[in-house]
């Protein structure tokens, strides 16, 4: 899709593959990749982790004055509730996002926002008999531990913050 003037001119770090996806996924929802969609689709795929969804305000709506405010939180909401965005719980009065997979399980480090992926754990199987037991049928699943990477460990986390 053609961007429009002065829309993300330099894009060195977009993440391809991420966003072909979230095309894709468009496309099989029947939601069209609009020109404004396109441009925070394409800012979120460029940006480092982790970032607010008023950075993206300021940024596409403010400096490139495509879309609103409430298109780009739709956006963010459809994107979280496909599994595309995962919030990062921290002591910021601003949530920040990180880019994701759908379907994986994800240990997301309040440090610096990284995300390291667990793709071969399948919780339906660890679950299975207790889900089963209280006749619990499972529709989907998915699951965000939080703590901090190797990088970002010390000091260590405080368990009295686990919930």
Do not use: K
């Not at 391809?16 to 925070?40: F, K, M, N, T, Y």
């Not at 709506?61 to 965005?85: A, E």
């Not at 990284?114 to 299975?128: C, E, F, R, T």
């Not at 037991?133 to 460990?153: I, K, P, T, V």
């Amino acid at each position: 899709m053609e961007q429009p003037a002065g829309a993300l001119e330099v894009v060195r770090s977009i993440d391809s593959p991420w966003r072909a996806a979230v095309g894709a996924a468009l496309q099989s929802e029947g939601l069209r990749d609009s020109q404004v969609r396109a441009a925070i689709l394409d800012w979120i795929a460029a940006m480092p982790p982790p970032f607010t969804a008023e950075q993206v305000v300021r940024e596409v709506v403010g400096g490139l004055g495509l879309g609103s405010r409430p298109t780009v939180y739709r956006t963010i909401d459809w994107l979280r509730g496909g599994g595309w965005l995962t919030r990062l719980h921290n002591d910021d009065v601003e949530r920040g996002y990180v880019r994701t997979l759908p379907g994986s399980y994800h240990l997301v480090c309040t440090g610096c926002g990284g995300i390291q992926i667990l793709s071969d754990l399948d919780l339906a199987l660890l679950l299975g008999p207790h889900l089963q037991a209280l006749g619990f049928e499972l529709c989907n699943q998915h699951l965000e531990l939080y703590g901090r990477c190797r990088d970002c460990s010390a000091p260590a986390c405080d368990p009295s913050d686990l919930h």
